[in-house]
Nanobody, 113 residues
Framework: QVHIVESGGGWVQPGGSLRLSCVVSGGDFSYTVIQWYRQASEGQREQVAVITQSGTSAYGDSVEGRFTVSRDNAKNTVYLQMNDLKPEDTAVYYC???????WGQGTQVTVSA
């Protein structure tokens, strides 16, 4: 059974940075795609980034150029480096592994002055 835990969220001022971590236990992590989603308190869940088994990445339009996703297969971990954060980035950020349809509990990111 796959278990996912996100961490690294918190409060940051506009223009600041945070790095989120997504640790995946169970299954064969190195062969799976991982995706980051976010959901604001009054919004729909939005795809933020995806990283393939080989490390190829893609991003949502609203974060392109500011966020970077990476993975460390030795640590079963995917990272989301978020730079130049804006108030509209405020949301709960989730990690999803499509092959197992497993989600983490999410980590809150709040961007405000």
């Amino acid at each position: 059974q796959v278990h996912i835990v996100e961490s690294g969220g918190g409060w940051v001022q506009p223009g600041g940075s945070l790095r989120l971590s997504c640790v995946v236990s169970g299954g064969d992590f190195s062969y799976t795609v991982i995706q980051w989603y976010r959901q604001a308190s009054e919004g729909q869940r939005e795809q933020v980034a995806v990283i393939t088994q080989s490390g190829t990445s893609a991003y949502g339009d609203s974060v392109e150029g500011r966020f970077t996703v990476s993975r460390d297969n030795a640590k079963n971990t995917v990272y989301l480096q978020m730079n130049d954060l804006k108030p509209e980035d405020t949301a709960v950020y989730y990690c999803w592994q499509p092959v197992s349809d497993s989600w983490g509990q999410g980590t809150q990111v709040t961007v405000s002055a």
